[in-house]
């Protein structure tokens, strides 16, 4: 996990990585985000003997113009190392994500053997009009970064979310160009599933939830719907719940716990 060569990672940003016992959990961050989201649930796992690794995407953690220069690609290379990380060190290994992590989560799931997958907010559907706009018109604009609106901001504040005020829009065009490929990925995931949701997120997102429960290949699916989550689930006022459900559903599917 490497640090852009031109930027400082943001004190609190930087990727986490626990050994413990030969069960392994890949937690990954969202778009703009940093590995701090996912490190609440990574901290408790760990405490439960499961190795944990939160990597840090490139571009995020340092300046938003570092974000500019990369894509899912660059993204996905970063999430395959961090599994690979954990797959010299476990026998057995849960792989999941927040929002863009989710993303990432799901697009590795349909193309690897994994012992079991955890969904956070991802989407799976193009947020209407904005993202087929960035498909049709983003690479005219890729070099602006966005303010976010009022309502994401204000929750990053309230809950201390470490992530940018802006995004780029090149970025968030490639992330839309993953989240149709995604779609495609679905009936390719048959691992156990686990889908978290938050029903205080975006209408699109809480659909999403929906389009990846029906349209996954998995006999063992869960869908679990949170009253009082916002977007960032793992570090709004469920977030205990959180911890717990994802602990309880790998203890389920494990062999070894």
Do not use: C, M, W
């Given at each position: 996990m490497s640090k852009e060569k031109n930027?400082?990672?943001?004190?609190?940003?930087?990727p986490f990585y626990i050994e413990k016992g030969k069960v392994g959990c890949l937690l990954c961050h969202g778009f703009t985000g940093t590995p701090n989201e996912v490190r609440k649930v990574?901290?408790?796992?760990?405490?439960?003997?499961?190795?944990?690794?939160?990597?840090?995407?490139?571009?995020?953690?340092?300046?938003?113009?570092?974000?500019?220069?990369?894509?899912?690609k660059d993204w996905y290379q970063e999430y395959e190392r961090a599994y690979q990380k954990l797959a010299n060190v476990c026998d057995e290994i849960f792989i999941g994500g927040l929002s863009l992590g989710g993303a990432l989560t799901l697009?590795?799931?349909?193309?690897?053997?994994?012992?079991?997958?955890i969904s956070m907010a991802a989407p799976a559907k193009l947020k209407q009009p904005e993202m087929p706009f960035l498909l049709a018109f983003g690479s005219i604009f890729r070099k602006i970064a966005v303010k976010k609106n009022k309502k994401e901001l204000a929750g990053q504040k309230k809950y201390n979310i470490l992530a940018y005020k802006k995004y780029p829009i090149g970025s968030a065009r490639s992330l839309s160009k993953l989240i149709l490929k995604i779609k495609k990925d679905l009936v390719n995931i048959t691992a156990p599933i686990l889908i978290i949701q938050g029903l205080l997120d975006a209408r699109w997102l809480r659909v999403s939830s929906l389009i990846i429960f029906d349209k996954v290949s998995s006999d063992d699916k869960e869908l679990v719907l949170l009253r009082e989550s916002p977007h960032n689930l793992t570090e709004g006022p469920e977030v205990d719940n959180v911890q717990k459900t994802i602990y309880q559903f790998i203890k389920r599917k494990s062999k070894n716990l």
């Open positions: 930027g400082t990672i943001i004190p609190g940003a930087e990574g901290e408790y796992l760990a405490s439960k003997d499961i190795t944990v690794i939160g990597p840090r995407l490139p571009g995020h953690g340092t300046t938003v113009n570092e974000l500019k220069t990369t894509d899912y697009h590795f799931a349909a193309q690897n053997n994994v012992t079991g997958v």
